[in-house]
């Protein structure tokens, strides 16, 4: 099947949530680790609580999409997965703790080294 587009502009965005994800999941696993230790398991909860219906959507989109003959259902996949975990540990991250724009712009310039590294 030839696409009508370059699929490589997914990969690299695909590239680039993965890395936003793993960012943001270093940040909140160091924003829990300075909760008291018995909410811990409370917030996993939480982030579980947003993640599940975010991937849930996320594979709705993709049957959808592969039904329905738009996409290939791999390509909206690859961007979809990390994008949702970002989106969540993102949320969860600014429930936890507001975030500044300095700590924002201190990641995100994490996040274009790491997937510069990456690509």
């Known amino acids: 099947m030839s696409l009508p587009f370059d ?3 997914i990969t690299t ?12 999941a270093i940040g909140w696993v160091r924003a829990v680790r300075r909760e008291r230790l ?3 398991i409370g917030y996993f909860a939480s982030l579980c609580g947003v993640l599940v219906p ?12 592969g039904f329905a003959g738009l996409v290939m259902p791999a390509l909206l996949g ?3 997965f990390p994008g949702c975990l970002f989106l969540a540990l ?4 600014n429930r936890l703790r507001p975030s500044t724009i300095r700590e924002e712009l201190l990641r995100l310039g994490a996040v274009v080294c790491l997937a510069a590294l990456v690509i």
């Open 13 to 24: 965005l695909s590239a680039f949530l993965w890395a936003y994800a793993l960012v943001s």
């Open 90 to 93: 993102q949320l969860e991250l």
């Open 54 to 65: 975010l991937i849930g959507g996320a594979i709705m989109l993709i049957m959808l999409g």
């Open 78 to 80: 690859i961007a979809l």
């Open 7 to 9: 699929p490589s502009w």
């Open 38 to 40: 018995n909410t811990h």
